[in-house]
Each structure stands twice: as C-alpha cells, then as structure tokens.
C-alpha cells in the first residue's frame, strides 16, 4: 500500500530537548516536505526536498532542520524546542520529474507536538 | 503573488442537503487545482484536481468540483451531504511548472442530521 508514515503521532517534550519526528515513503517520490498546520493559518511548509542530499527552506524554516540521506526519508529536527513550536505536523512526498505540477501530494497522518 | 482563497472560515448544512465549499485563486500561468480533506486526527487526504479539459470534475466520496477560468474560481460540491462529510477541507494549486503547492486556510465543513 503506497502511503507516507510519520512517527511518532504525538509527542510532549520540553523546551530545549532535541526531538526528531521520522517520515517515510514508499512511492519512491522524489519530492518530499513538512508543513505545520495551527489554527487560522492553514498549511505552511517548513522545508522541502527535491531528491536526496537537496533540500530547501519553506515558509517557515527558523528553529528546524532536515536531512535527506535516503530517497525514502525525511526527518524533521528540531535542535532545541520551543513553545512556538507546539503545532501539528505533517510530512508529504509527491513525484519530482515531469508531469509531476498535475500529480496530487501523499500525507502522512501528522504527529502533534507539544513543547512545555 | 500566488494565492489561493477560501472565503469562509466554517460552512454548516443539513444532511441531505446540497453543499458548497469555496475556492478561489491567483494565479501566473496555467493552474492545477486540488482539494483535500482532513478528518479528525486524520492526515490530509486527495479528493480531485483539476488539469485540463472538462470544467466539471468528479472526486472521491462523491464529490465533485467545478472549474470556472473567468472567475478563477474551483469551488467544492456535493449534492447531498452526510454527517460523515464532517471534516476540514483544503483548497490548493500550483500554477506553470511551479511545483510549489500554494494552500488556502482551510474550511470547515459541519453536515448536521
């Protein structure tokens, strides 16, 4: 079954604990990115990546990292928490070459963080 | 700039009722639209898109969308709701070879029995 798998669904750590959040696909997508998703704001991506070893930043990148040494994975760090960064979290891939603005994204089932 | 609007924060309609959820957007070059929803603890899921061609578009659970180029707009339908329809519902679209998916904020859509 193709599908994007986020862990872990939910998390509470506290301010200034490294966490990673691990995403994985099996659609052999080329493209694959985090969004952060708070109420009155929508969808806002955080970084992205075009294959692996490229990544970019988003909207909102400040207080994250990412790394993409596998095709497959995409984890999300967080060095050092924050309350700000207490949101739900999610993880998508889509294909990268052509044709691939008219193929719709695949969602992980998002991981919601808490930072105290 | 690239947007994508979704003018109401929240819809409410009876079950059995015909329902609309709106979209609207700006855009360079060609759009490619697309809806999602997101149950209750639930990842976002693909309804449709639009690419090219016919106006009118079927999706998932029967819904369906309706491009209209003029006023930019590719608003969301059903003709008769259920309470299962319960959910929040994203617009989005990437425009030209721009891969960049751009998002609306986001309806809420409440079907009461």
């Known amino acids: 079954e193709a599908q994007v798998t986020q862990n872990p669904r939910y998390l509470i750590t506290v301010t200034g604990k490294k966490l990673t959040v691990t995403c994985s696909q099996n659609?052999?997508?080329?493209?694959m990115s985090w969004y952060r998703q708070d109420p009155g704001l929508g969808l806002r991506q955080i970084y992205y990546?075009?294959?692996?070893?490229v990544t970019d930043k988003g909207d909102v990148p400040e207080g994250y990292k990412v790394s993409r040494k596998e095709k497959r994975n995409f984890p999300l760090i967080l060095e050092s928490p924050s309350p700000n960064q207490t949101s739900l979290y999610f993880c998508?891939?889509?294909?990268w070459g052509g044709g691939a603005v008219v193929t719709e994204a695949f969602f992980g089932q998002g991981t919601r963080l808490t930072v105290v | 700039a690239q947007s994508v609007a979704q003018p109401e924060d929240q819809v409410n309609v009876a079950e059995g009722n015909p329902l609309t959820v709106k979209c609207t957007y700006s855009v360079s070059g060609n759009p490619y639209l697309f809806w999602y929803v997101q149950y209750p603890n639930r990842g976002l899921q693909f309804l449709l898109k639009y690419i090219t061609g016919d106006n009118l578009v079927k999706g998932s659970y029967g819904f369906e969308a309706e491009f209209n180029k003029s006023q930019t707009s590719f608003h969301l339908k059903k003709p008769s709701a259920l309470v299962s329809d319960s959910a929040l519902y994203f617009c989005a679209v990437r425009a030209g070879n721009n891969r960049k998916l751009i998002w609306g904020l986001g309806t809420s859509l409440a079907v009461n029995p």
């Open positions: 990546s075009m294959n692996v070893e």
């Open positions: 659609m052999n997508h080329e493209y």
């Open positions: 998508a891939s889509s294909p």
